[in-house]
């Protein structure tokens, strides 16, 4: 029984030491003798003791590195702290075990140099506003010196920018002056177009009054022409009438009489209204002028 078990013992210890299960998530690279034998993929593979043996295990999954903060200058010399992560995968086992040294190092150490490189060649505002561009460029950068190290960098992500506190300071009085200044802006538009609005009014109620004045004048106009022919037409009625009755017998001494009366009512009437009294020299003259009436009234017999 003890015999037994001895050899059931020393039969899984020379298994343990021929056999080797690679994980799911790993590959090892196998060295005979000192020199690359062979990747082992995920499964069970077999080792010759002493001559073989397991020189590098890599992870086959896509890994993220933490970068770490490090102080670059922008274009515009604006001092910033920047940190970041980076996203890679091992493609090929072997350049990850002999083509670099240390691929996780030299991927980190990369990704910060090349983050330094292109934000010097971006203004602060650029960093915040062109960040997927400053991303992409830094897997490109990177990707192409990978090729030989055996990975494949899928992407960057710039994690913090952070800028120092006198520039934040700096920032936000820019950021004040700004709001200000759109503040003063959208005030004097919105009083420019008061201004507008009011003169727009002013104008078409000017344009009202005119319209208005020139149709009360024309209005005016048409009621003393209506007027003026109104009143002619009644003076040439009249004068027809006046005619046609001096025409009649006994109209001659009729229209005599009206006017000898009319005269001495306008006579009168001027000589209450004068200042100074006044009296015909020459009473002869009256005569002279019943006869000029008389001339009158025959001009308008004939």
């Known amino acids: 029984m003890t015999l037994i078990t001895l050899l059931v013992l020393a039969t899984l210890i020379i298994l343990k030491i021929l056999l080797v299960i690679v994980p799911m998530r790993e590959s090892f ?26 020189a590098y295990r890599h992870e086959i999954r896509e890994q993220v590195f933490d970068i770490p903060a490090q102080h670059c200058i922008t274009k515009d010399n604006i001092q910033v702290e920047i940190d970041g992560l980076v996203y890679l995968k091992v493609m090929d086992p072997q350049l990850a075990s002999y083509g670099i040294g240390d691929y996780r190092n030299a991927a980190i150490n990369m990704a910060q140099t090349t983050m330094r490189s292109e934000v010097g060649k971006l203004s602060l505002g650029e960093i915040f506003s062109e960040r997927e561009t400053l991303n992409e460029t830094i897997v490109r950068e990177i990707d192409k010196a990978s090729k030989s190290w055996g990975i494949k960098v899928y992407r960057y992500e710039v994690a913090n920018i952070s800028p120092s506190t006198h520039v934040v300071t700096t920032l936000e009085k820019q950021m004040v002056a700004e709001r200000d200044r759109r503040a003063d802006i959208t005030l004097a538009t919105a009083e420019k177009e008061a201004k507008i609005n ?11 009054h005119s319209v208005g004045e020139r149709q009360r004048r024309i209005n005016i106009a048409e009621g003393r022409a209506t007027e003026i022919s109104l009143l002619a037409q009644a003076q040439a009625e009249g004068i027809a009438m006046v005619a046609e009755a001096i025409n ?20 009168g009437t001027i000589l209450e209204g004068a200042d100074i009294s006044v009296l015909p020299s020459e009473m002869a003259r009256v005569k002279g002028i019943f006869e000029g009436l008389d001339q009158v009234t025959k001009q308008f017999k004939g």
């Not at 020199?35 to 499964?43: I, S």
Request: proline content about 5%; charged content about 25%.
């Open 198 to 208: 009011m003169s727009e009014g002013e104008r078409q109620e000017a344009i009202n």
């Open 29 to 54: 690279v196998v060295e005979r003798l000192g020199k690359f034998r062979a990747v082992f993929q995920p499964g069970l593979h077999l080792l010759i003791p002493i001559i073989d043996k397991v």
């Open 248 to 267: 009649m017998p006994g109209g001659n001494k009729a229209i005599k009489m009206r006017l000898v009366d009319q005269f001495v009512t306008e006579l």
